[in-house]
């Protein structure tokens, strides 16, 4: 009877430790994942939801793409950017054209950033059991006499 009793309580504690709700942070120009005290990378909540959940690893995976192509974008924008600066501390005549350009391609890269934020978080919460709500958040903008709808996704 003992070992029966002790043997329920092993299974509900395996249970309660492998079922723990991943967490996700945003932080300046990425995210950080959290399951109990645990910090995790991307590549261990992939892991994690491949082998739990695959309705979530699948959006998981879909959210990758908008990472990859933010990454992209950001870092060929910072090497256009770096170009005319390290043109012009040598001394030569830099091309402020490529810098506009790279600030351009590091703007463009931040809604695709936001986009990845926002199915990641989808993503976590199929797995965590949440249903998805909608990230809609509308809003009035009054301003002397102009009104508006700002809605944000």
Same mark, same amino acid.
């Given at each position: 009877? !003992?070992?029966?009793? &002790?043997?329920?309580?092993?299974?509900?504690?395996?249970?309660? =430790? *492998?079922?723990? !709700?991943?967490?996700?942070?945003?932080?300046?120009? %990425? =995210?950080?994942? *959290?399951? %109990?005290?645990? +910090?995790?990378?991307e590549r261990q909540v992939a892991m994690i939801l491949f082998k739990e959940n695959k309705s979530a690893y699948v959006a998981l995976k879909k959210a990758k793409k908008f990472?990859?192509? &933010?990454? $992209? +974008?950001? #870092?060929?924008?910072?090497?256009?950017?770096?170009?005319? =600066?390290?043109? #012009? $501390?040598?001394?030569?005549?830099?091309?402020?054209? @490529?810098?506009?350009? %790279?600030?351009? +391609?590091? $703007? #463009?890269?931040? /809604?695709?950033?936001?986009?990845?934020? &926002?199915?990641? @978080?989808? #993503?976590?919460?199929?797995?965590?059991?949440?249903? /998805?709500?909608?990230?809609?958040? /509308?809003?009035?903008?009054?301003?002397?006499?102009?009104? %508006? +709808?700002?809605? !944000?996704?």
């Open positions: 009877m !003992k070992r029966i009793i &002790s043997l329920l309580i092993l299974c509900l504690i395996t249970h309660l =430790v *492998m079922s723990q !709700k991943i967490e996700m942070y945003k932080k300046f120009g %990425g =995210v950080r994942f *959290m399951q %109990g005290d645990t +910090l995790l990378s990472n990859t192509f &933010s990454s $992209i +974008l950001g #870092a060929t924008g910072t090497v256009l950017i770096a170009i005319p =600066v390290i043109s #012009a $501390i040598s001394g030569g005549t830099p091309e402020w054209g @490529l810098a506009a350009g %790279g600030a351009g +391609l590091i $703007i #463009a890269s931040i /809604p695709f950033n936001r986009i990845y934020k &926002s199915r990641i @978080l989808d #993503a976590l919460d199929i797995y965590n059991g949440v249903q /998805p709500t909608s990230r809609v958040q /509308p809003g009035f903008y009054f301003g002397g006499t102009r009104a %508006g +709808l700002i809605v !944000k996704f």
